[in-house]
Each structure stands twice: as structure tokens, then as C-alpha cells.
């Protein structure tokens, strides 16, 4: 019917509606999928992006850390002293120090009423904190000082020098440092055998030589076997103000005539010439003197047992030889020095002395003492097994013995005899010396000296005390830091 057919005809619009509407709604909802699909891909694209600039803002970030740690120092323990170190390995700076305190009791006898009293006591001989290194390779640099010193010395510089080496073997220095002269003179202060250095050799070094010794130039070259220097020297830093100040020059020559894996041998020649000696005052006419003296091996009691007295000098020659050689752990060394001076403004001849001594040691536990070409001396022994207090090891331990002789005697004469316009009475001092060094580790040693001395000296003038010689006892013992 048509009511019928009417009734179908707007259910079926309906419906189409119906699917009008869902189909509009689907295409909605797709265009809205495809735009959340597209903001979704805009926010993962920013998001990618801000990844990769993380990423290369990390990788800029490491690259410069790395490069700036690169560019850092190094700290490290070289020789167990502190040692900083640029990036490049062309500089470096390293903490140096060497401490010694000394404890000594002197005895003594056959002493005139007018003879030298001597003080026991203690002392820190050495007490030295500085800094060594290089500059960009080719220089290097010390400077070092002291608190310590003998009996008469007090606190100065020990080492404040430039070097360059970048001419091969050949190295210049200069500032203020140990003159370059001999085999004991260039043994270094922690490497002696005993407490102090023999005493003919440290004679010689007094001169123009010794620590803190100022240097125009310092001129030297060495290799594996052989060892040439030359100094023009001038006062010590620690010396007192004088008009023209002492110039002079200090050589030395060493080779190695014999090497193995068990033997070291020597030959050392070393001279120092004094040209300028330092005036006393502004006047021309003024004293320039020169005094050769010695005491006992000992820094304590820094008093002269033996002397010259001051003699009013032109000119002032040394020369010395040395030898020193080791065979597995024993090891035996020994010089001899001529010492003479030119007078000034007299013609009294010119007066001349000498020294000389031999010393040795064994090292019971089995160590070597080492050689250093760089100054052509023998160093300390490095314990194969450092002290520890579980008993496995025990360091090394050393025994030293030493004889001495410095005569200061010239034209002296006899006792009871006045003595004659030219003659000196100096005195001759033989010491003999015996120890034993106990090295626990490479920075720490211990030392145990016994030391005896033979003053012969006569009065300058016949008087109740014509013999102011004596005979003197020294026990030392001393602890020591070096590095």
C-alpha cells in the first residue's frame, strides 16, 4: 500500500542518513587520525633533532674535556720526589729537599791552655727545600735554600741557576751553585760516605769552589766515560761584602779508563786558579788576603784546627788528582792537592802546603754504589730490599774508612826555634775515620762516625805553650732525608 511504501521510503532515508552521518563521522575521524599522525611525526622529528644537537653538543663537550685534560699537568713520584710534568713531557718542576742533623761529642787531649776548645753538640748541617726541572726541554733550572749550614754558617742560598742544554754533550750554566772540582767535591752531599767530605778535598773547594758559589759561567760536557768542565767563579753568596770581588777559574777532566757489569774505574785532574782576589777596602793599597785552613770532618763545631792565617795575596793555584773505582760492593777513592799563592807587595817567597787521603767502603748486604756520568762521582747505594718492620728486609748497610793529611806547615821550623820571616806555622791535622751508613730505603739513611785527629802545630812565637797542637775524638751520628 502506499502508506506502506511511504513508511519504507523514510525508514530507508533514515538509514542513508544514518550512514551519511557515520561515514561523515569515519572520514572526521581519519582526518583527525591523520592529523595526530602528522603532529605525532612533526613532535618524533623535533624530537630527533633534539637528539642529534644532545648528541653533538655531548660530543663538542668531550672534545673539549679531552683536549683540555690533555693539555693538563701530570703529577708523579720520580726518584720518590714529587715531579709535575706538562702534557708534552718538555717541562717539568720537582720537589727537592735534603734534611741532616748531626749529633757530635768531642773529646779531647794533649790541649795547651792556649789551645782551641771544641763545642759538642747538635746540629741540621743541611736543612735545604727548593725545586728543580726543565723548560721546554733544552732548559733546566735549580733553586735550593738552605737553613742549615756548620757551626759558623748560617741560612743562603745553595742552588739558583739557569742551564741550556740543547747543544749535544755541551751544557751552560750559570747563576750560583757547587762549583764543578773533583771527585769528592761533586759527590753529592746525600751520597757521602761520611759526615763530611775528606778533608784535603774540601780545602780545595773553599777557594773558589763550594755550595752557593756564584758562577759567571759554567761551561761542561760529558758522556758515558769521560768529563771536561770549566768555571769562572766569583765569591759564595753567603760571603760578606768586599770592594772587586774574587774571580778565578775551576777546571776539571775525568775519564773512565775501565767499565763492566761488576767494575768502575776513574782518572780525575782538576785545577783552580785564582787571577783576582778579592780587596778588604778601596784603597788600592788595601789587604786582598787569601787563608788556606781546615778543621775536623765534622760540622758541629765549625772552628779551624789548622790554618794559614791570612796572607796578603796576588794570586792563589790548586791542583789536585783523583782516582775512585768499584769492584761489585767494594769501592776505594783517594787524591792528592797542592795548594800555593802568590804574595803581594813582598818579597818574601811564595808559600806553598798539600793534602791528601784514601777512603773505602763495603757494602755488607750486597748493593753497589752507582756512577754518575753527569758528574763523573759515585752516588749512594739503592737497597735491593727496603727495611720493613715484618723482617723480610733490612736495607743496605756500609761500612767506611777513611785516612786524611792537611800540612799547612811552610819553612815552620822546629820547637823552641823562632820562626823565620817566610815561615807559616799551620799545623798538619791527620784525622783517620771509621762508620757504618744504614740505608733503610732510597730517601732515608742513618750514619754512625768515629773519627780521630792529630793536630801537630807550632806557636807563631816561642812561649810557655809552644805546641798548640792536640788530639782530638769525634763520635757523630746523624739521620738524614733526601729527595
Known amino acids: 500500500t502506499p502508506a506502506l511504501a511511504d513508511a519504507r521510503d523514510d525508514k530507508i532515508k533514515a538509514l542513508e542518513q544514518k550512514l551519511d552521518s557515520l561515514v561523515n563521522e569515519i572520514q572526521t575521524l581519519k582526518k583527525d587520525e591523520a592529523a595526530d599522525k602528522a603532529a605525532a611525526k612533526a613532535d618524533k622529528d623535533t624530537l630527533a633533532n633534539q637528539v642529534v644537537d644532545l648528541k653533538r653538543a655531548q660530543t663538542a663537550e668531550i672534545a673539549d674535556a679531552k683536549a683540555q685534560k690533555a693539555n693538563d699537568p701530570t703529577l708523579s713520584f720520580i726518584n720518590e720526589r714529587a715531579t709535575f710534568t706538562s702534557a708534552d713531557g718538555s717541562s717539568s718542576v ?137 768555571s769562572w767563579s766569583a765569591a759564595r753568596t753567603a760571603d760578606a761584602a768586599s770592594f772587586d770581588s774574587q774571580q778565578g777559574l775551576v777546571g776539571r777532566a775525568s775519564y773512565r779508563i775501565y767499565k763492566d757489569a761488576d767494575t768502575n774505574l776513574i782518572l780525575s785532574g782538576n785545577g783552580t786558579y785564582v787571577f783576582k782576589v778579592a780587596d778588604t777596602a778601596v784603597s788600592p793599597a788595601g789587604a786582598s788576603p787569601i787563608t788556606y785552613q781546615e778543621g775536623p770532618e765534622n760540622g758541629v763545631d765549625g772552628t779551624r784546627l789548622v790554618t794559614s792565617g791570612a796572607i796578603n795575596a796576588r794570586k792563589a793555584t790548586i791542583w789536585g788528582v783523583e782516582s775512585a773505582g768499584n769492584y761489585k760492593s767494594a769501592y776505594l777513592q783517594g787524591g792528592y792537592y797542592g795548594y800555593s799563592l802568590e804574595r803581594r807587595a813582598s818579597a818574601l817567597p811564595n808559600p806553598n802546603f798539600s793534602g791528601w787521603y784514601v777512603q773505602g767502603s763495603f757494602i755488607l748486604t750486597g748493593e753497589t754504589r752507582g756512577y754518575n756520568p753527569a758528574t763523573a762521582a759515585f752516588t749512594s747505594p739503592r737497597p735491593a730490599s727496603p727495611f720493613n718492620f715484618k723482617g723480610t728486609g733490612w736495607g743496605a748497610w756500609e761500612l767506611t774508612a777513611r785516612y786524611s793529611v792537611v800540612d799547612l806547615n811552610y819553612n815552620a821550623g822546629t820547637l823552641g826555634t823562632t820562626l823565620a820571616p817566610s815561615g807559616i806555622r799551620g799545623g798538619v791535622q791527620k784525622g783517620i775515620a771509621a762508620g757504618i751508613n744504614w740505608y733503610p730505603n732510597s730517601v732515608i739513611r742513618f750514619l754512625v762516625d768515629y773519627q780521630h785527629l792529630d793536630i801537630d802545630r807550632l806557636a807563631s812565637a816561642v812561649s810557655p805553650f809552644q805546641n798548640i797542637g792536640q788530639k782530638v775524638d769525634i763520635a757523630t751520628a746523624r739521620a738524614q732525608l733526601a729527595f
Do not use: C
Open 94 to 230: 720537582s720537589l727537592r729537599a735534603l734534611a741532616q742533623y748531626d749529633m757530635s761529642q768531642f773529646s779531647q787531649t794533649g790541649r795547651s791552655a792556649s789551645g782551641t776548645d771544641l763545642s759538642s753538640g747538635t746540629n741540621f748541617r743541611r736543612a735545604r727545600i727548593g725545586f728543580d726541572g726543565k723548560i721546554l726541554d733544552n732548559w733546566s733550572f735549580s733553586f735550593l735554600y738552605d737553613l742549615g749550614g756548620t757551626g759558623t754558617e748560617g741560612p743562603r742560598i745553595s742552588d739558583a741557576y739557569v742551564q741550556y742544554n740543547g747543544l749535544g754533550p755541551v751544557h751552560i750554566r750559570s747563576g750560583a751553585f757547587s762549583t764543578p772540582e773533583g771527585i769528592e767535591d761533586q759527590t753529592a752531599p746525600a751520597d757521602l760516605m761520611f759526615i763530611e767530605r775528606a778533608a784535603p778535598a774540601d780545602l780545595a773547594r773553599s777557594i773558589a769552589g763550594s755550595d752557593g758559589r756564584k758562577n759567571f759561567l759554567n761551561v761542561f760536557a760529558y758522556d758515558d766515560d769521560y768529563y771536561a768542565t770549566l
